[in-house]
Protein backbone atom coordinates (compact mmCIF):
# COMPACT_ATOMS: atom_id res chain seq x y z
CA UNK A 1 0.00 0.00 0.00
CA UNK A 2 3.01 2.44 0.96
CA UNK A 3 4.16 1.79 -2.32
CA UNK A 4 1.15 2.61 -4.48
CA UNK A 5 0.76 5.83 -2.43
CA UNK A 6 4.64 6.63 -3.32
CA UNK A 7 4.00 6.25 -6.57
CA UNK A 8 0.71 8.30 -6.73
CA UNK A 9 2.66 11.10 -4.77
CA UNK A 10 5.63 10.76 -7.47
CA UNK A 11 3.29 11.08 -10.05
CA UNK A 12 1.29 14.40 -8.39
CA UNK A 13 4.96 15.45 -7.76
CA UNK A 14 6.08 15.04 -11.72
CA UNK A 15 2.63 16.88 -12.54
CA UNK A 16 3.22 19.84 -10.40
CA UNK A 17 7.03 20.04 -11.47
CA UNK A 18 5.44 19.89 -15.80
CA UNK A 19 2.54 22.45 -14.72
CA UNK A 20 5.56 24.87 -13.02
CA UNK A 21 7.90 24.22 -16.08
CA UNK A 22 5.07 25.03 -18.21
CA UNK A 23 3.81 27.83 -15.98
CA UNK A 24 7.50 29.42 -16.31
CA UNK A 25 7.80 28.93 -20.03
CA UNK A 26 5.06 30.72 -20.22
CA UNK A 27 6.44 33.24 -18.28
CA UNK A 28 10.00 33.24 -20.49
CA UNK A 29 7.61 33.51 -23.70
CA UNK A 30 5.52 36.21 -22.75
CA UNK A 31 8.71 38.40 -21.86
CA UNK A 32 10.71 37.64 -24.36
CA UNK A 33 7.90 39.03 -26.89
CA UNK A 34 7.31 42.40 -24.40
CA UNK A 35 11.27 42.97 -25.02
CA UNK A 36 10.86 42.19 -28.98
CA UNK A 37 8.40 44.71 -29.25
CA UNK A 38 10.56 47.61 -27.07
CA UNK A 39 12.79 49.79 -28.87
CA UNK A 40 15.02 48.48 -31.61
CA UNK A 41 18.40 49.80 -33.11
CA UNK A 42 15.99 50.21 -36.36
CA UNK A 43 14.19 52.47 -33.63
CA UNK A 44 16.87 54.63 -32.34
CA UNK A 45 18.17 54.94 -35.93
CA UNK A 46 15.00 56.52 -36.84
CA UNK A 47 15.35 58.56 -34.16
CA UNK A 48 18.35 59.98 -35.28
CA UNK A 49 17.36 60.11 -38.89
CA UNK A 50 14.26 62.27 -37.77
CA UNK A 51 16.00 64.50 -35.67
CA UNK A 52 18.60 65.07 -38.62
CA UNK A 53 15.63 65.87 -40.66
CA UNK A 54 13.87 67.90 -39.25
CA UNK A 55 17.27 70.34 -38.09
CA UNK A 56 18.19 70.39 -41.94
CA UNK A 57 14.49 71.78 -42.61
CA UNK A 58 14.72 74.58 -40.14
CA UNK A 59 18.17 75.50 -41.22
CA UNK A 60 16.87 75.81 -44.71
CA UNK A 61 13.98 77.35 -44.37
CA UNK A 62 12.89 81.31 -45.42
CA UNK A 63 13.64 83.63 -43.30
CA UNK A 64 10.09 84.84 -42.51
CA UNK A 65 9.34 81.05 -42.73
CA UNK A 66 11.37 80.61 -39.50
CA UNK A 67 11.19 83.94 -37.39
CA UNK A 68 7.12 84.45 -38.77
CA UNK A 69 5.76 87.43 -36.84
CA UNK A 70 9.38 87.89 -36.21
CA UNK A 71 9.83 88.44 -39.44
CA UNK A 72 8.51 92.23 -39.28
CA UNK A 73 11.18 93.40 -36.62
CA UNK A 74 13.96 92.31 -38.85
CA UNK A 75 12.58 93.78 -41.88
CA UNK A 76 12.33 97.02 -39.84
CA UNK A 77 16.01 97.69 -39.56
CA UNK A 78 16.33 96.82 -43.48
CA UNK A 79 17.86 93.88 -43.07
CA UNK A 80 16.85 90.84 -45.29
CA UNK A 81 15.67 88.02 -43.50
CA UNK A 82 16.67 85.54 -45.29
CA UNK A 83 20.24 87.00 -45.34
CA UNK A 84 19.74 87.49 -41.24
CA UNK A 85 18.53 83.47 -41.24
CA UNK A 86 21.33 82.57 -43.11
CA UNK A 87 24.58 84.70 -41.15
CA UNK A 88 22.85 82.78 -37.91
CA UNK A 89 23.63 79.42 -39.03
CA UNK A 90 26.08 79.72 -40.82
CA UNK A 91 28.57 77.14 -39.41
CA UNK A 92 26.07 75.57 -37.30
CA UNK A 93 26.13 72.04 -36.67
CA UNK A 94 24.80 69.14 -34.39
CA UNK A 95 25.60 65.67 -33.62
CA UNK A 96 22.80 63.06 -31.71
CA UNK A 97 24.38 61.97 -28.28
CA UNK A 98 21.86 59.50 -26.80
CA UNK A 99 18.32 58.22 -27.54
CA UNK A 100 16.13 56.94 -24.75
CA UNK A 101 13.01 55.78 -24.86
CA UNK A 102 9.94 55.42 -22.85
CA UNK A 103 7.00 53.67 -24.61
CA UNK A 104 5.72 55.87 -27.28
CA UNK A 105 7.72 58.74 -26.73
CA UNK A 106 12.11 58.78 -27.49
CA UNK A 107 13.70 61.35 -26.04
CA UNK A 108 17.20 62.85 -28.36
CA UNK A 109 20.33 64.69 -26.65
CA UNK A 110 21.30 66.72 -29.11
CA UNK A 111 24.64 68.90 -28.82
CA UNK A 112 24.49 71.91 -31.10
CA UNK A 113 26.72 74.35 -32.35
CA UNK A 114 25.62 78.19 -33.61
CA UNK A 115 25.46 81.34 -32.24
CA UNK A 116 23.61 82.80 -29.54
CA UNK A 117 21.28 85.82 -30.60
CA UNK A 118 21.50 87.34 -26.94
CA UNK A 119 25.11 87.61 -27.77
CA UNK A 120 24.69 89.35 -30.92
CA UNK A 121 22.28 91.84 -29.28
CA UNK A 122 24.04 92.29 -26.54
CA UNK A 123 27.30 93.22 -29.53
CA UNK A 124 24.54 95.02 -31.66
CA UNK A 125 23.25 97.58 -28.54
CA UNK A 126 27.52 98.26 -28.15
CA UNK A 127 28.07 98.75 -31.90
CA UNK A 128 24.98 100.74 -32.07
CA UNK A 129 26.03 103.08 -29.18
CA UNK A 130 29.53 103.42 -30.37
CA UNK A 131 27.92 104.37 -33.80
CA UNK A 132 25.39 107.16 -32.15
CA UNK A 133 28.56 108.98 -30.42
CA UNK A 134 30.90 109.17 -33.16
CA UNK A 135 27.61 110.90 -35.13
CA UNK A 136 27.12 113.13 -32.35
CA UNK A 137 24.43 111.78 -30.88
CA UNK A 138 21.48 109.08 -31.09
CA UNK A 139 19.63 109.40 -34.83
CA UNK A 140 15.72 110.10 -34.98
CA UNK A 141 13.85 106.60 -35.02
CA UNK A 142 14.03 106.03 -38.79
CA UNK A 143 18.24 106.24 -38.84
CA UNK A 144 18.00 104.47 -35.43
CA UNK A 145 16.55 101.53 -37.56
CA UNK A 146 19.40 101.65 -40.62
CA UNK A 147 22.62 102.35 -37.99
CA UNK A 148 20.80 99.51 -36.14
CA UNK A 149 20.53 97.24 -39.12
CA UNK A 150 24.16 98.14 -40.86
CA UNK A 151 25.69 96.25 -37.57
CA UNK A 152 23.35 93.58 -36.94
CA UNK A 153 24.94 91.34 -39.74
CA UNK A 154 28.19 91.96 -38.69
CA UNK A 155 27.63 91.35 -35.05
CA UNK A 156 26.14 88.36 -36.39
CA UNK A 157 29.09 86.92 -38.28
CA UNK A 158 31.30 87.83 -35.48
CA UNK A 159 29.64 86.39 -32.94
CA UNK A 160 30.94 83.20 -31.94
CA UNK A 161 30.16 79.52 -32.35
CA UNK A 162 28.75 77.81 -28.96
CA UNK A 163 27.88 74.66 -28.00
CA UNK A 164 24.17 73.91 -26.28
CA UNK A 165 22.24 70.76 -25.68
CA UNK A 166 18.65 70.12 -25.82
CA UNK A 167 16.24 67.27 -25.63
CA UNK A 168 14.28 66.75 -28.20
CA UNK A 169 11.13 64.65 -27.78
CA UNK A 170 10.29 62.77 -30.49
CA UNK A 171 6.58 60.50 -30.85
CA UNK A 172 5.72 57.31 -32.93
CA UNK A 173 3.41 57.61 -35.38
CA UNK A 174 2.71 54.82 -38.13
CA UNK A 175 5.96 53.08 -37.35
CA UNK A 176 8.01 56.24 -37.50
CA UNK A 177 9.62 58.82 -35.02
CA UNK A 178 8.81 62.25 -35.35
CA UNK A 179 9.96 65.01 -33.29
CA UNK A 180 6.63 66.81 -31.80
CA UNK A 181 5.70 69.96 -31.30
CA UNK A 182 7.94 70.68 -27.42
CA UNK A 183 10.75 68.88 -29.69
CA UNK A 184 10.54 71.09 -32.22
CA UNK A 185 10.41 74.28 -30.21
CA UNK A 186 13.15 73.45 -28.36
CA UNK A 187 15.27 72.78 -31.78
CA UNK A 188 14.07 76.26 -32.45
CA UNK A 189 14.95 77.99 -29.38
CA UNK A 190 18.17 76.15 -29.36
CA UNK A 191 19.10 77.12 -32.98
CA UNK A 192 18.09 80.58 -32.68
CA UNK A 193 19.82 81.19 -29.04
CA UNK A 194 17.40 82.59 -27.33
Known amino acids: MKTGASS??????????VLRLAGLAAVSAATASLYGCGPTSEDEQNVRDSVDSQLN?????SGSELLGERAADVEKLKVSCDDFVRALFDGAGW?????????????????????????????L??????????????PDES??????????LECIRAASLDKRLVDVTLTKNDGSWIVDENGNHALISALMGF
Open 125 to 138: KEAYTAQALEDGGY
Open 57 to 61: QLTTL
Open 95 to 123: TVDEVGFEGSIATAKVSLTCRSFSKVLDA
Open 143 to 152: ELYGTAGKSL
Open 8 to 17: TNCRVCTRRG
